[in-house]
């Protein structure tokens, strides 16, 4: 065998090999760049919609469970009662199915509930659905659900209250048993558990949403 020691050509070869690995490193840099944009992207749209679940659990564990707990015979007439503005939707002012449901998840266990939604989906039936407004881009919507009861009492709605707490909606106990302003020792309220689950979902953008759980006792 006679070997070949005609070089020529190893220089566009050895160029050609140079100048692949050196796309291949420039390409693996352009995807970490565009990756990383992509996440921070994500990671925005998120921090965002989770800032406005977190604004309406505000909005409903310090004006609007409140508010129902007021006049809990009546959850329709508690909301048209609270002012809420057009910017609520709830159901349970315009149908009475609604307005019946949400009555049996205030004062009732979840065993109780018949046939009224308990699914975690806030989405699916919503005892609440509220926009809430931005001055830079497509509103976010509110959904909001009462998903399971524990009461304190459990005798059945109107003789047990479901929470042993004073249901003005408004005050609170003095607590006389515990600071010692009085003698005598006042019997503690019993409060009910509420697990109420929170999405918030951009209007523009289904994908766009955050979803929190809440643990409300009363």
């Given at each position: 065998m006679k070997?070949?020691r005609n ?12 100048t692949?690995i050196?796309?291949?490193?420039v390409?693996?840099?352009m ?5 990383g944009?992509?996440?921070s992207?994500?990671n925005?749209?998120y921090k965002t919609s989770l ?9 409903i ?7 129902l707990f007021?006049n809990i015979?009546?959850p329709?007439a508690?909301?048209?009662?609270g002012?809420?503005?057009t910017?609520?939707?709830?159901p ?6 609604a ?5 049996k998840k205030?004062t009732?266990?979840?065993?109780s509930?018949?046939t009224?939604?308990?699914t975690t ?23 909001s659900k009462?998903?399971?009861t524990?009461?304190s009492d ?5 003789e047990?209250k479901c ?21 005598d020792?006042a019997?503690?309220?019993k409060?009910?558990?509420y697990?109420?689950e929170?999405t918030?979902e951009h209007?523009?953008?289904?994908q766009e949403?955050?979803?929190?759980s ?5």
């Amino acid at each position: 065998m006679k070997p070949i020691r005609n070089q020529k050509g190893m220089a566009l070869v050895t160029s050609l090999m140079l100048t692949l690995i050196s796309l291949t490193i420039v390409m693996f840099l352009m995807y970490l760049i565009t990756s990383g944009v992509q996440l921070s992207g994500a990671n925005k749209r998120y921090k965002t919609s989770l800032e406005a679940s977190y604004g309406g659990v505000e909005i409903i564990a310090k004006d609007v469970m409140p508010q129902l707990f007021a006049n809990i015979s009546s959850p329709s007439a508690a909301i048209s009662a609270g002012g809420f503005g057009t910017a609520f939707n709830f159901p349970a002012t315009t149908d009475a199915t609604a307005n019946a449901c949400l009555h049996k998840k205030l004062t009732s266990p979840s065993s109780s509930w018949g046939t009224c939604s308990s699914t975690t989906d806030p989405k699916t039936s919503p005892d609440m659905r509220l926009t809430l407004n931005s001055t830079t881009s497509d509103p976010y919507t509110l959904y909001s659900k009462i998903v399971d009861t524990v009461c304190s009492d459990s005798r059945p709605y109107p003789e047990g209250k479901c929470t042993g707490s004073d249901l003005s909606g408004v005050y609170l106990d003095g607590g006389l048993g515990v600071a010692g302003g009085n003698s005598d020792v006042a019997v503690q309220p019993k409060p009910a558990l509420y697990r109420i689950e929170v999405t918030a979902e951009h209007s523009g953008n289904s994908q766009e949403k955050s979803n929190l759980s809440i643990l409300y006792a009363y």
